[in-house]
């Protein structure tokens, strides 16, 4: 009966459990679908057998649906989309026609849609903040170039957006009830988190941190180091499965991608980070056309995101960022937020700071852009007894909220005449 019990509780994290839920993820699901459907049913972009990577804003759609992508990034990615990949031949009848394309984009949407639930659950039951501010949040972000194109992208960045948003929400719910996160929970999300993207397995690891007297307890700290090593250890085991057991395969790929993904492009670095690591997950910028092959003969085009040509963009970034360093300095003593704080933190090491994949960060938003909602929801937390500040807060969400839609909006219009130019 308990673990019965234990499986519902779960089901009833990960999915939507009252009406006003379900009402949230059936428009999610229905105006997200409206666009995937519509996209794979009259175009190829989402999966064309001759185009392995980078169609779009960098995304390597087939290599990813095919493969899992590279293991020295994605190290577990092939097991999960070896799934995903059946499930679409399935329903297609072992072809890749318009019905896969259709399958994969909805297998993505569903995705997305329960990444959103997971952020409305957090503001609901960890911040516990109104529902008119829930709602204006979870819109906001619901319009973030990141959740729109991923919404269709069969790619690791939609499934991990979904797994951390999950190991979040599901940490926060332990951490508010001072119980210790068990080991099939690490072992789980270390699987899922890491094995999409290995960078992201340390974010798994963080909430343990602030688990009570864990520093000061010899028994709790040690319970804590064998929990991480279980994970680990799985995790590292269905790697070198991968691998044959050969490792020195992954540093000496590892090695290589790095001085491919980190070397110095002609825009400047100030820029690629506000324009394409800040900006880029929130803001559509302008788009740009490059030619593109196979390596085989088959030629294609590829479109790619620009910085930003003035300066309401950057006003947009910069309110944005304003309102997440307001709310970190704000609740610094807050534990909740310090686990999103370093959860991002790692991010900008990574992209920033270490430069890997900076010049086209605007497709890494699934590792950390579901950071910015909850950070903003913890501000209207603090400022819970300030009416006034409230309806500052609550005004300038609006104000950025509306212009989000107005650029995104306009900009997914430029990519369908990409689309129907390239891609028919």
């Known amino acids: 009966m308990v673990y019965q019990q234990k499986f519902k509780d779960f089901l009833k994290t990960i999915f939507p459990s009252t009406k006003f839920e379900v009402l949230l993820f059936m428009i999610f699901i229905s105006v997200y ?13 989402i999966f064309d057998d001759r185009i392995p990577w980078d169609a779009y804003f960098s995304f390597d759609n087939r290599a990813i649906v095919m493969t899992g992508g590279g293991f020295e990034r994605h190290p577990l990615a092939n097991y999960f989309f070896d799934w995903i990949r059946e499930f679409g031949l399935l329903f297609s009848d072992g072809k ?9 984009a909805w297998c993505s949407n569903f995705a997305i849609s329960l990444s959103l639930i997971q952020i409305y659950k957090y503001l609901k039951n960890i911040i516990v903040l109104p529902k008119k501010i829930s709602l204006l949040i979870i819109a906001f972000f619901a319009f973030f170039s990141t959740n729109i194109l991923l919404s269709f992208t069969p790619e690791t960045y939609t499934y991990t957006l979904f797994f951390l948003v999950l190991f979040n929400y599901y940490a926060a719910l ?16 270390g699987v899922t988190v890491g094995g999409l ?14 688990e009570k007297n864990i520093f000061t307890q010899w028994k709790k700290f040690g319970n804590g180091v064998l929990r991480i090593l ?5 995790f590292l085991l269905l790697f070198l499965n991968r691998l044959d057991f050969n490792f020195l395969r992954f540093l000496e790929k590892t090695e290589e991608q790095y ?3 980190s070397n110095p492009k002609a825009t400047p670095v100030w820029d690629m980070i506000a324009s394409w690591f800040f900006g880029g997950n929130m803001l559509f910028a302008g788009f740009e056309v490059r030619d593109y092959h196979n390596k085989k003969g088959f030629e294609y085009k590829a479109l790619f995101m620009d910085v930003y040509e003035s300066w309401i963009p950057y006003l947009f970034v910069a309110a944005v960022l304003i309102l997440v360093i307001w709310s970190s300095v704000k609740n610094f003593k807050n534990k909740f937020v310090l686990v999103l704080m370093i959860s991002f933190l790692v991010d ?20 950390f852009v579901f950071v910015y909602p909850l950070l903003i929801g913890w501000l209207f937390y603090a400022y819970k007894n300030a009416p006034k500040t409230l309806s500052f807060l609550y005004s300038i969400l609006w104000i950025l909220f509306i212009y989000l839609v107005l650029n995104n909006v306009f900009r997914m219009e430029e990519f369908f005449v990409f689309l129907d130019k390239f891609y028919q």
């Open 33 to 45: 679908g409206i666009l995937g459907s519509f996209i794979a049913l009259n175009y190829r972009i």
């Open 174 to 189: 332990k951490m508010r009830k001072g119980e210790k996160i068990p080991a099939p929970a690490l072992i789980f999300a």
């Open 230 to 234: 279980a994970s680990v250890a799985v």
């Open 348 to 367: 900008i090491v990574i992209h920033c700071i270490l430069k890997f994949g900076l010049h086209t960060s605007y497709i890494y938003g699934g590792h």
């Open 96 to 104: 890749k026609d318009e019905t896969f394309r259709l399958v994969l």
């Open 197 to 210: 993207t290995v960078t992201n397995i340390v974010k798994v690891y963080i909430p343990l941190l602030f």
């Open 259 to 261: 001085e491919k993904f």
